[in-house]
């Protein structure tokens, strides 16, 4: 018998869900909050278009990860 049970043995789905999701989310908002130390004028320069690039990429990377979780299926190809 085994004596040494792991934490996801240990764990519910919802428990595990909320443990990952807080870490994921606490480092999406660090590199938020990295990202907006760009906007400091005096060691950097950009351009209008640039900046919206990037958040056109942060908007679709959002709207996807939002539909994920609408459709958890949608990302798997099928015949």
């Not at 934490?7 to 909320?18: G, P, S, V, W, Y």
């Not at 999701?21 to 060691?43: D, F, M, P, Y």
């Not at 990860?65 to 949608?74: E, G, I, L, Q």
Request: glycine share 2%; aromatic share 8%; with cysteine.
């Amino acid at each position: 018998m085994r004596k040494d049970v792991s934490i996801l043995d240990r764990e519910t789905k919802n428990e595990r869900f909320k443990r990952i999701a807080e870490k994921r989310t606490q480092n999406i908002l660090h590199a938020i909050r990295n990202l907006s130390g760009l906007s400091n004028r005096k060691v950097y320069e950009w351009e209008t278009g640039q900046l919206e690039r990037i958040w056109e990429a942060i908007e679709k990377e959002i709207e996807d990860c939002k539909n994920s979780f609408k459709n958890p299926d949608s990302k798997y190809f099928r015949l």
